[in-house]
């Protein structure tokens, strides 16, 4: 069972859900109303293998109450080559060729199972097997298979980083570099693309299949990557720049290198769903041995993957304009305030938060300072303490944690007009007139300081409204529709190495993030 936070963590990889749900293998036994998706492993001899199964509703709209659940996997089929166990979270008893494993699960929750697969150094290429899975609930079995293959171990690296640049409606050109960082030759490799819609692959290359609006692409390559040898793009890769993107704008685009095998294992037939190129080809070129780093002979599938930064030029800046808001009560009432920003444009403003690679605490944009004489017991989750003098770890920081004085809170993607509220329920503890707290946008770029701060006032004298000259509170109670704004802006799935994390953590496990409504989701 995965904990919240780690759930949290998996929902921002939507797109790679999208990619992999084809390759998932459903199987449903005929008396139970769940079934069990599973996904098939390549491993090498000496190196483990991630493996993953979950089980969920067929008819995808009954809510889930699986309660007491177990797992039984026989893994009789491999163990002459691979060792199997449990991962984490469940209760297993292992035997030499089987697993039971036992979970409460609550309500509304579905079973996710992990489980580590161990090539033994005996192994050849080529073995193979079958693991065969059951699960039970409320009396009722659904089972699956997943395959175990035997694979010969290569490492294909690449650059950590690169970065480029161009002007909103116009293109920039991101360079790719692919390393052989093993002693076995890779026989072919592919490229996988994955963009922002902002900031989108806009390339026409025959050997390159791609997404409508260039969210990702898929490039193949039948060039041998020989040992300790590098190889560059023959063309840099087009990046489309929407005449909305904002200047100083920074879009991640990800090249992840995957060998056939594993991408083929992974995608399946999912690239029947994309079409290719129509100009010509996209090719490898072997750059000169002198300029490839030193071989690194380990299987590390989290260095095969670049991180390119494209930064936005020119003059299109996003304008956003604080609102202010406030409320009044007696000692130990608890009010709600709800203050926020719009986008006055004319730039569109990507989303800034968790999941956004290098953010700091401070280069969140928006600041929330607390009201003097209350304090804060319900906080939006898109909101954490600023506390900049401690460790920032965007991914396990304490969003939504009531009690500070001061916020800092991430933004979701909003065009030009959007409002952006945030909701804070606070308790007075000690009545005072005019009691002031504020809201501040601080964006880079942003062409209007005079509009970036509004007041948070709490028991306004003669029922004034807060706020800036010509930016007025909202004079009421601060109500607003506020409430919890979504994580999951155009950036959040853009996490690196995408491909080191579908082998790693598991293919199957992303079919969850299909549930999730995101603008990529296919």
């Known amino acids: 069972m995965l904990s919240n936070s780690t759930r949290r963590w998996f929902a921002g990889l939507g797109v ?3 990619f992999v749900a084809a390759s998932a293998t459903p199987a449903l036994a005929a008396d139970a109303p769940f079934e069990v998706v599973t996904h098939d492993l390549l491993v090498a001899p000496g190196h483990l293998g991630y493996g993953s199964l979950f ?3 067929s008819d995808g709209e009954s809510e889930p109450k699986f309660g007491r659940t177990t797992i039984d996997i026989d893994f009789s089929a491999v163990s002459a080559f691979a060792t199997v166990e449990p991962a984490w979270d469940w209760t297993c008893d292992v035997s030499s060729t089987k697993m039971h ?8 929750d579905e079973p996710w199972f992990d489980y580590l697969v161990n090539g033994k150094d005996t192994a050849e290429p080529g073995q193979k097997g079958a693991l065969k899975i059951s699960v039970t609930s409320g ?6 298979t997943a395959g175990v293959t035997i694979a010969e171990g290569v490492d294909l690296v690449s650059d950590p980083t690169v970065e480029a640049s161009g002007a909103p409606g116009g293109r920039a050109a991101v360079p790719g570099v692919v390393r052989n960082g093993g002693d076995t030759t890779v026989d072919g490799t592919v490229l996988v693309v994955q963009a922002d819609w902002l900031a989108s692959y806009g390339g026409n290359f025959s050997n390159c299949r791609a997404q409508e609006d260039g969210f990702y692409a898929f490039c193949a390559f039948d060039t041998k990557i020989e040992p300790g040898r590098s190889y560059k793009l023959s063309e840099d890769l087009p990046i489309t720049l929407r005449p909305e993107t904002r200047t100083g704008a920074r879009f991640p685009v990800y090249l992840d290198w995957w060998t056939t095998d594993d991408f083929d294992q992974a995608f399946e ?3 029947d769903e994309v079409k290719p190129g129509t100009g010509p080809e996209l090719r490898l070129i072997e750059k000169s041995v002198q300029a490839a780093r030193v071989p690194q002979t380990d299987l590390d599938q989290m260095n095969n993957f670049t991180v390119a930064t494209v930064k936005v030029t020119g003059d299109n800046p996003a304008d956003l304009a604080a609102e202010g808001a406030t409320a009044t009560g007696k000692k130990g009432d608890v009010v709600t305030v709800a203050p926020s920003f719009t986008n006055l444009g004319p730039a569109t403003l990507e989303y800034l938060g968790q999941g956004t690679p290098g953010i700091r605490l401070e280069d969140l ?3 929330v300072t607390v009201p003097s004489g209350t304090t804060v017991v319900e906080a939006p989750y898109d909101c954490v303490p600023f506390l900049p003098t401690k460790e920032w770890d965007p991914w396990t920081a304490n969003w ?3 009690g500070a004085k001061e916020y800092a809170c991430q933004v979701t993607e909003s065009p030009k007009g959007m409002k952006n509220p945030y909701e804070f329920r606070l308790r007075i503890d000690t009545v005072t007139a005019n009691a002031a707290g504020s809201f501040t946008t601080k964006l880079s770029g942003d062409p209007n300081g005079k509009n970036d ?3 948070i006032v709490i028991n306004p004298a003669g029922g004034g409204t807060p706020g800036t000259p010509g930016n007025p509170g909202d004079g009421g109670q601060g109500g607003g529709d506020g409430g919890t704004l979504p994580i999951t802006g155009s950036s959040t799935g853009l996490i690196a190495g995408i491909g080191a994390l579908l082998l790693a953590a598991g293919a199957v496990g992303y079919v969850l993030t299909r549930r999730r409504k995101t603008r990529f989701v296919a």
Do not use: S
Request: proline residues 6%; negative net charge.
């Open 139 to 144: 009396g009722k079995t659904a089972t699956g």
């Open 269 to 271: 037939d999912w690239l």
């Open 55 to 57: 089980a969920h509703m």
């Open 365 to 367: 944009p928006v600041r």
């Open 16 to 18: 790679a859900g999208a």
């Open 400 to 402: 939504g944690e009531p």
């Open 453 to 455: 701060t509004a007041a």
């Open 101 to 108: 494993c036992e979970a409460d699960l609550a309500d509304g």
